[in-house]
C-alpha cells in the first residue's frame, strides 16, 4: 500500500536520489544492482520494494552515511535520537535537508501563516531534531514571523511562564501533543484565545486529544507533523473543531504492508530533488511505527513506543488516550510496563489516570470494558488465557506522575521496568 502519490513526481527525482544514493554510501551501492538511468518510475518503485533499511542498521556509519557526509564535503549539523533501539542514533542534516523541510512544511505555512504571527517554540533545540526542524524549515522559507525558542524549564514554572509568554504575545504554539493539551488548562483564558495555530508532533495524536486541546484554544487550528529525525516531517494533517483532515505526504513515499488487523507497518522513502545533498538517504526505512488504516486511508500513525506487548496481544496508546480523554474528569495518564521476564512470569500493564475532584465511581472497571471491548486479543490474554495482567488505577491528579522520571520539553506516557522504573 503506498502514500504520497509518488506516480505524480518527475521521474527525474527519484532516479536521482537513488542514483547519488548508489554514488555514495556503500550501504545502498550493495542494495540497487543495476542501474536505474533507463527505469520507469514502476520499475524504480518496485526496485526499491525489495530492499530496506533499520534502525539498527544507522549504526553502520562506515556503510549508510554519504561520502559527502564522512568527508565533511558539505556544511552539515547531527541530530541525536534514541527512537526504537535505546541507542542514540546519530543523523547528520544538511542545509538540503533545511530546504526539504520548507517544502514539507510550505502547504500548510502558506494556508495559515500571517505577517507578524509570534511563534512560541517548546520543540526541544540540538541536538534534538523537533527544534532544529521547525526552526530550519521557517529560516529558509522566511516568512514575515518572529520565532521564539521558549526555555523548556518553564513549563514547571507557571508563573515565570505565564509572564514571558505575556511579553511575546504568542499567536503559534510548537510543541510536544501532550504539551499544548496542559497549556490549555496553565494559560489565561485571553492568551489561549490569541493562538490561531498549534505545531504538535512527537507523539500519537488521537482524535479525542485533539479535539480536547481544541476545546482549551478555540480559535486555533492543530497541525499534527508526523515528523522523524531521519526524514523530517514525512507526513501532516490539519485538525479543527469537529474535523480530522487526511494525512499528507508532500515529499516523501510512506510504504504500509499489513502487521495485524487494522494497523499497518510503516515504511518511510526519503526523495531529494535534483542537486540536493541530504544528510542521509533512506528506502522503505522500516522506522518501527504503525499506521492505523480504515476504507483505505490513514487514520492515525502511532509511534512503535505507544505499544506494548500483552502476551500475544498488543496494547496500544491511542486506544487508551482516545478512552481517557473522552472523560473531561480525567486529565492525565500514564501507563507502567512490566514486560516479560524471569522474575515476571506475565507481563503487566498498570495504566493510571488522574481525576480532578472527587473519584468518580467505577471508572476503573469502566475504562476496563471499554479496553476490552476495542481490544478483544487484550481482552482474551488477560481474563482468558491469564497470560498478562492489566490494572487500572485512578488517583488524584497529583499523584498520576509520582516518583516517575520527566525531562522538561518531553512527555513520556509509558515507563517500563527496569528502564524507566
Avoid at 1 to 27: D, N, Q
Avoid at 142 to 171: A, D, F, H
Avoid at 243 to 252: A, D, I, L, Q, V
Avoid at 395 to 413: A, C, H, M, N, S
Wanted: glycine share 6%; hydrophobic share 40%.
Amino acid at each position: 500500500m503506498l502514500f504520497g502519490e509518488p506516480l505524480k513526481w518527475r521521474e527525474g527525482e527519484l532516479k536521482y536520489t537513488i542514483k547519488k544514493a548508489v554514488e555514495t554510501s556503500e550501504f545502498w551501492r550493495k542494495r540497487f544492482n543495476e542501474s536505474v538511468e533507463s527505469f520507469s518510475v514502476e520499475e524504480l518503485l518496485l526496485s526499491m520494494k525489495n530492499t530496506r533499511i533499520t534502525p539498527k542498521d544507522l549504526y553502520n556509519i562506515e556503510e549508510v552515511w554519504p561520502s559527502y557526509i564522512k568527508n565533511k564535503s558539505v556544511f552539515h549539523t547531527i541530530l541525536k535520537t534514541s527512537g526504537t533501539t535505546g541507542k542514540s542514533k546519530l543523523i547528520p542534516f544538511t542545509m538540503d535537508d533545511k530546504k526539504r523541510l520548507a517544502r514539507q512544511f510550505d502547504p500548510w505555512v502558506e494556508e495559515y501563516v500571517e505577517d507578524g504571527d509570534v511563534i512560541a517554540s517548546f520543540f526541544p533545540p540540538l541536538p534534538s531534531a523537533s527544534g532544529m526542524m521547525g526552526f530550519g524549515a521557517f529560516e529558509i522559507m522566511m516568512p514575515r514571523v518572529r520565532y521564539v525558542q521558549m526555555p523548556l524549564q518553564l513549563l514547571r514554572m507557571k508563573e515565570l511562564l505565564i509572564r514571558e509568554l505575556e511579553e511575546i504575545s504568542p499567536t503559534w504554539f510548537f510543541c510536544l501533543t501532550t504539551t499544548a493539551y496542559n497549556l490549555g488548562f496553565m494559560l489565561p483564558e485571553g492568551m489561549r484565545e490569541d493562538v490561531r495555530l498549534i505545531l504538535v508532533g512527537g507523539e500519537t495524536l488521537t482524535d479525542e486529544m485533539a479535539q480536547a486541546t481544541l476545546e482549551n484554544f478555540p480559535n486555533a487550528t492543530i497541525i499534527d507533523a508526523y515528523g522523524c529525525s531521519e526524514d523530517g516531517a514525512p507526513a501532516y494533517r490539519v485538525v479543527k473543531k469537529g474535523k480530522t483532515g487526511e494525512f499528507k505526504m508532500p515529499h516523501s513515499i510512506l510504504t504500509l504492508t499489513p502487521n495485524e488487523g487494522e494497523y499497518y507497518d510503516v515504511h518511510i522513502t526519503k526523495v531529494m530533488m535534483e542537486g540536493e545533498l541530504t544528510g542521509l538517504p533512506i528506502f522503505n526505512y522500516a522506522i518501527g511505527d504503525l499506521a492505523r488504516v480504515e476504507n483505505g486511508k490513514i487514520k492515525n500513525i502511532i509511534r512503535i513506543k505507544d505499544v506494548v506487548s500483552l502476551a500475544g496481544a498488543k496494547l496500544f496508546l491511542d486506544q487508551v488516550m482516545s478512552i481517557v480523554f473522552e472523560y473531561p474528569f480525567l486529565k492525565d495518564f500514564v501507563m507502567l510496563y512490566y514486560p516479560l521476564s524471569r522474575k515476571n512470569p506475565r507481563p503487566k500493564a498498570v495504566i493510571r489516570v488522574g481525576y480532578e475532584g472527587r473519584k468518580p465511581s467505577g471508572i476503573e472497571e469502566e475504562i476496563r470494558e471499554r479496553i476490552y471491548e476495542g481490544n478483544n486479543p487484550v481482552r482474551y490474554e488477560v481474563e482468558d488465557s491469564k497470560q498478562a495482567e492489566l490494572v487500572i488505577e485512578a488517583v488524584p491528579i497529583d499523584e498520576v506522575r509520582k516518583g516517575l522520571p520527566q525531562k522538561p520539553g518531553k512527555t513520556k506516557r509509558i515507563f517500563i521496568a527496569g528502564i524507566d522504573i
